[in-house]
């Protein structure tokens, strides 16, 4: 029996060769064609019989990224030829220049506000998105969003970017923050693979410190102001997972120099070295005790203390943290 996800790459596999059948009587290369649909013919044929995804060398599951940048890859990783490893080596490093480019200049000037954030994929490219965005013919106001599709690697990081550019068209169109969250999951419902969702915060902070959030369950974001911290809890389900899903606006306001601390569950969910998770309890701690500090000095607070949780050497998930503190 197959998968939902191999009848959807058999469905693309089957117009790849109609496609290359109507292309060779008229190509000058007919013999590389031929090539070509003999590949697609030998995966179809797994997908229906078994076997699809498995490496020809250890008869390991293939890797799923390499799978999504090659629904043909017959081998896993460790037996693929140098040319070939070096070839998707390549691709994924064009893949993270391309991703980093989508991400907010550092220190960008926002009204009445300040930023700092940190942006750290778990291999060579992320599920984690990140944007700042300035609507049209509004110096006032600001959008953020944040959010983390499921999985990782480059299936993840193809529909982070499309959420980037969902965002970035809606932004202009002057929709208030939940009808624009409703709008940009349709548009993920409808484009992204039923295996994959994305939980999401996405906001519009003003400058006189009005702040408006969705929270499309997604880890609550905390407030952390001279009292104490307070969070804003989940009130929608992630995108991806029902198109007609509605969303509720929480707002609020933020004096000078009280801050928004917005973070995936690379942070929150990092596991200790003597075991257990991160937990949002232990983050309100920390940011508790830099109250009025500025946004760099808080993600760099947070970041020290997670290495001292979980040790500095390699994360097990894509991590973000963004800090807005009014100005
Ligand atoms: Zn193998």
Request: aromatic share 6%.
């Amino acid at each position: 029996m197959t998968t939902q996800i191999e009848d959807l790459i058999a469905r693309q596999l089957q117009e790849r060769k109609e496609r290359l059948e109507g292309a060779v009587s008229k190509s000058n290369r007919p013999d590389e064609i031929g090539r070509l649909i003999r590949d697609i013919d030998r995966a179809l044929d797994k997908i229906s019989n078994g076997g699809y995804g498995l490496c020809e060398t250890c008869h390991d599951s293939i890797e799923t990224e390499t799978l999504a940048a090659d629904p043909l890859a017959r081998y896993c990783i460790e037996h693929l030829s140098a040319a070939e490893r070096h070839a998707l080596e390549r691709d994924l490093s064009l893949a993270r220049q391309i991703q980093t480019g989508l991400l907010p200049r550092k220190n960008i000037p926002l009204p009445g506000w300040l930023s700092a954030y940190h942006y750290e994929p778990y291999g060579e490219v992320s599920g984690d998105y990140l944007d700042i965005i300035f609507p049209d013919n509004d110096l006032e106001s600001f959008l953020f969003v944040i959010g983390d599709v499921s999985g990782k690697g480059i299936a993840a990081s193809m529909l982070m970017s499309q959420l980037h550019a969902t965002f970035r068209t809606l932004a202009g169109i002057g929709l208030s923050i939940d009808l624009l969250t409703e709008r940009a999951n349709r548009i993920f419902c409808g484009a992204s693979l039923s295996t994959h969702f994305a939980t999401l915060v996405s906001g519009i902070a003003h400058r006189d410190g009005e702040v408006r959030v969705v929270n499309a369950g997604h880890c609550p974001p905390i407030v952390l102001r001279s009292t104490g911290t307070e969070v804003i809890a989940s009130s929608g389900l992630p995108l991806g997972i029902t198109c007609d899903g509605i969303y509720k606006t929480e707002s609020f306001r933020l004096e000078k120099g009280e801050s928004l601390i917005l973070y995936t569950d690379g942070l929150s969910e990092a596991t200790g070295i003597s075991g257990g998770m991160y937990g949002e309890d232990r983050l309100r701690k920390v940011l508790s005790g830099h109250a009025g500090d500025p946004p760099d000095a808080l993600t760099f607070a947070c970041l020290k203390d997670l290495d001292l949780f979980a040790g500095s050497g390699r994360r097990a998930d894509d991590l973000t943290l963004l800090a807005l503190r009014r100005g």
